[in-house]
């Protein structure tokens, strides 16, 4: 018995990994890197030593080290957004892991799973208010869909009862509604590698089994990509709707960019009543007019037009959309039976009008749906509706000053195919959700963080699908949401990347000045939030090449030439504000006949 205990494996073995806390932590580490997660950001502190200790054993992971928690959690963000699987964020104890809140948040609403590991004091410490320390037990809360702390590493607690248990945490994350999940490990000392004793060498024993076997210690099997299968109500419904010749509309609504659309697509292109094409849905671009879709709901005359020529019933695919008019649309028409069909768990109904809801994949309901489309969408093929009108409105643009219309028809026009555009909050993501095309199409994937719609973390989560998606990246940013975050261009040092920052300054938060808030003089210097600063500086800083444009012609000039050198470049756009405002308005004139 003795010879076995102390054979030269286990000698070996605790030669290098000299206490518990350096096994735990390497046992957490070997259970994600089997489950498939070879990606993990880390915020530098002393008390995650070990866990860092044990990324560092590893090969072929991907590490990176980010300065700022808020900025790392973004980040951790993107990859995972990008990917569709659980990126790995590891802290210190602390204020660190309150840092991630945005991003966990944001991760949460929209159903992005994210694995974050939280290092932290033994509860003794937490408990006497040492230094550095606060109560982090299910400090995320309902954002968390799975809060796990097995207290201390310890003998008692068996290595399989801990490696079960990071296999199960992994798929929480993953089913059903995927989301973020918290892995609190509280240390005691040591922190570094000093001799500890181990008492149970049987302990040290199964833990070599667990590290030598192949794959992790539980298989959990996802549900199968079968084919959806309509039942016999559901194809009742679909036939009725389709078959009863009434108008209907197609909506599409924020879809995640990692899924294949191929079967939406098809189901869009055959479908014959007009599309409605959110810019979260990755296909606004890919249907022109002549192809069925319709300009935004944001212009009056839209709302008007199918004021009266009124849907029986919409089918909405995917989440939310980014106009708030659509849902105040659907506030006004009771009688317009909406169908909504997503596998999100979340009611994302802000009209509450939903009629009809599906917990299905947007794309597998769609391939089912087929086969009961018998009509092409042959009406369609001529002259669209809205040619003249968005004619017009295209005049205006190309006639007006730099703006942030003219910025965003630009840089959709100009935007490599397949490559990526994150489009920020605000103005940003509203503008590019207004364009429209009179006949091309074009195939770009769109980021966006539409979750929880916060403005902080843009930056350090483009950067993060980059870590995953290879393709040209272009960030449009305010200069309000660039501000908030700036230590992410710290991030754009590590390599050079086909990835352009447009940043549109127009000093200050400049979506207030559209909206009826703006004849409040008095409160409209703290709500805006006005600023001086000197982007080319910020720059400097990080050595980062920046060029600044003060019209249409620099802009595109200067984007084309980075597209095509595929250049890491920020371009400072700057637009006068009160020319900004007036164009809108002037937008808002244009009539369909």
């Not at 000392?189 to 833990?207: A, N, Q, R």
């Not at 037009?305 to 980014?322: A, C, D, M, S, V």
């Not at 940013?477 to 230590?487: A, E, Q, R, T």
């Not at 000093?507 to 909206?515: K, T, V």
Request: hydrophobic share 35%; net charge neutral.
């Amino acid at each position: 018995m003795k010879e076995e205990v102390f054979c030269p494996e286990i000698q070996e073995f605790l030669a290098q990994w000299k206490n518990i806390n350096r096994v735990w932590s390497l046992l957490i580490v070997d259970q994600l890197v089997k489950n498939g997660l070879h990606h993990f950001t880390v915020s530098p502190g002393m008390r995650n030593a070990p866990l860092i200790k044990a990324l560092v054993s590893k090969e072929n992971i991907k590490i990176n080290v980010a300065l700022d928690e808020r900025a790392a959690a973004f980040r951790a963000l993107g990859h995972c957004r990008a990917s569709g699987k659980p990126g790995v964020l590891i802290c210190t104890s602390g204020t660190a892991l309150a840092n991630y809140l945005p991003a966990v948040i944001e991760a949460k609403k929209s159903g992005v799973p994210l694995f974050i590991i939280s290092a932290d004091r033994p509860p003794e410490l937490v408990n006497a208010e040492e230094n550095q320390s606060i109560k982090q037990t299910n400090l995320y809360g309902e954002f968390a869909k799975m809060f796990l702390d097995l207290g201390t590493p310890t003998e008692q607690i068996s290595p399989r009862a801990l490696a079960t248990s990071i296999n199960h945490l992994v798929h929480v994350s993953l089913l059903e509604n995927p989301g973020p999940v918290h892995l609190n490990v509280p240390f005691r000392e040591p922190l570094d590698e000093s001799t500890t004793t181990f008492y149970s060498h049987m302990w040290i024993k199964e833990t070599l089994e667990i590290l030598n076997h192949e794959g992790p210690e539980t298989r959990y099997y996802l549900p199968q990509e079968r084919e959806l299968v309509l039942n016999s109500q559901e194809k009742e419904i679909f036939y009725n709707l389709f078959s009863n010749g009434g108008n209907g509309l197609i909506v599409v609504g924020d879809l995640p960019p990692h899924q294949e659309n191929g079967p939406l697509k098809e189901f869009l292109e055959k479908s014959p009543y007009p599309l409605y094409l959110d810019v979260t849905s990755s296909l606004k671009y890919y249907f022109s007019l002549q192809e069925g879709a319709t300009p935004t709901f944001d212009h009056p005359e839209v709302q008007g037009h199918y004021q009266k020529e009124r849907p029986n019933f919409i089918i909405h695919f995917g989440g939310r959309l980014t106009s708030k008019f659509y849902y105040q649309f659907l506030k006004k028409n009771p009688s317009i039976k909406l169908f909504t069909i997503n596998d999100s768990q979340e009611k994302e109904d802000p009209s509450f009008r939903t009629t009809h809801r599906f917990l299905a994949s947007p794309h597998k309901m769609a391939k089912a749906l087929l086969d009961l489309l018998k009509s092409k969408k042959s009406f369609l093929r001529g002259p669209s509706l809205w040619n003249s009108f968005v004619a017009k409105k295209r005049r205006i643009i190309d006639e007006s000053p730099f703006t942030f219309p003219a910025l965003s028809k630009s840089i959709t026009e100009l935007a490599p195919e397949n490559s990526t555009l994150f489009l920020a909050n605000s103005t940003c993501i509203r503008s590019f959700d207004s364009y429209s095309s009179l006949t091309g199409q074009k195939n770009l994937k769109i980021m966006s963080h539409r979750g929880a719609s916060g403005i902080e973390g843009m930056i350090a989560s483009s950067w993060g699908h980059c870590d995953i998606d290879k393709n040209p990246m272009t960030l449009i940013i305010g200069d309000v949401s660039f501000l908030h975050d700036l230590n992410s261009l710290s991030f754009l040092q590590e390599e050079k990347r086909p990835f352009i920052i447009i940043l549109v300054n127009n000093g200050g938060g400049g979506i207030f000045d559209l909206l009826p808030i703006s004849n409040e003089k008095d409160i409209m210097p703290i709500i805006s939030s006005p600023h001086k600063a000197n982007f080319e500086f910020a720059a400097k800083q990080f050595d980062l090449p920046f060029t600044r444009v003060e019209n249409v012609k620099d802009l595109c000039l200067e984007y084309k030439k980075a597209t095509e050198a595929g250049e890491l470049k920020i371009i400072e756009a700057v637009i006068d504000n009160e020319v900004n405002k007036n164009i809108y308005k002037i937008l808002k004139t244009v009539r369909l006949n």
